[in-house]
Structures are given as C-alpha cells and as structure tokens.
C-alpha cells in the first residue's frame, strides 16, 4: 500500500509542469519581426554646436549624416574622413542605401570653406544641388 502511495505522488508533480516552448517561439519570432522592420540611422559620431535659426521644417529619417564639427574635421559613420576621401564614402554608402536622404550637420564653429568643399564634392558624386545642412533650434 505505501508503495501504490508513491507512485501515485511522483506521477501527478509531472503533470504539473508548463511547456514554455512556444511562448518562446513567439518572443523569437517578434525578436526578429522587430528587427528586420527597425530603420537603422548611421550616426556621424560627433557632437556638433549648430548655429541658431528660425526653421521649422523637419526632414524626414534620414539615411547618411555627415559631421563637421568645431575643428572642421569631416566625420562619417562616426569615422573621421579625410577631404579627399569623402566622395569615396558617399559612393559607398549609397550602394547600401540608395534611397537614403544625405544631409550635413555643421558645427556653428567649423570653417565654411571646408563645408562649401563639402557641398561641391557631394553635388561632383551625387549630382544634387540642394543639400540639406541640419541646425538646431533651442
């Protein structure tokens, strides 16, 4: 009799336990839903001082940033870039994202020489004439 008892014991603790399988099927599956839909930004890896102005228009997400900041010194993909190697990057990044919306972010202290440079290296590889410089408004 105490041996049925036992038995009887160790049976009903494994009925007990929950199957966790495939509720970790679904996190794994919205892990990658999230993801593969997430919009990566590159980010040019600097903080820059940016001049104010009065402009209210926003840009929609943007694809490639480039950053000059107080030293002047061009910062892509939180990389410094030498001058002559820019129109090299953008080529580069635009294989990757060839819809991606190309703005600049200039430091308030940066010369304008090396962003003018800038604006006429980007219109020689990409053709654009109206480049869009980020300022931040306070």
């Not at 997430?38 to 950053?67: H, M, S, Y």
């Not at 919306?101 to 010369?111: F, W």
């Not at 304008?112 to 408004?137: F, H």
Request: charge should be negative; avoid cysteine; proline fraction near 4%.
């Amino acid at each position: 009799m105490a041996r049925r008892k036992r038995m009887l014991a160790s049976d009903s603790s494994g009925d007990d336990d929950v199957n966790l399988t495939p509720m970790l099927d679904v996190v794994f599956i919205l892990l990658i839903f999230f993801i593969v839909t997430a919009q990566f930004i590159k980010e040019p890896g600097v903080e820059i001082n940016r001049t104010e102005v009065d402009n209210l228009e926003r840009q929609n997400p943007l694809g490639i940033l480039i950053a000059i900041d107080e030293n002047s010194d061009i910062y892509i993909d939180k990389e410094q870039v030498q001058p002559q190697e820019v129109g090299y990057r953008i080529r580069e990044l635009r294989e990757d994202n060839p819809k991606g919306k190309l703005v600049i972010q200039a430091d308030r202290d940066s010369e304008a020489g090396v962003l003018i440079s800038l604006l006429e290296t980007i219109n020689k590889e990409d053709g654009l004439t109206r480049i869009p410089v980020s300022v931040e408004q306070e």
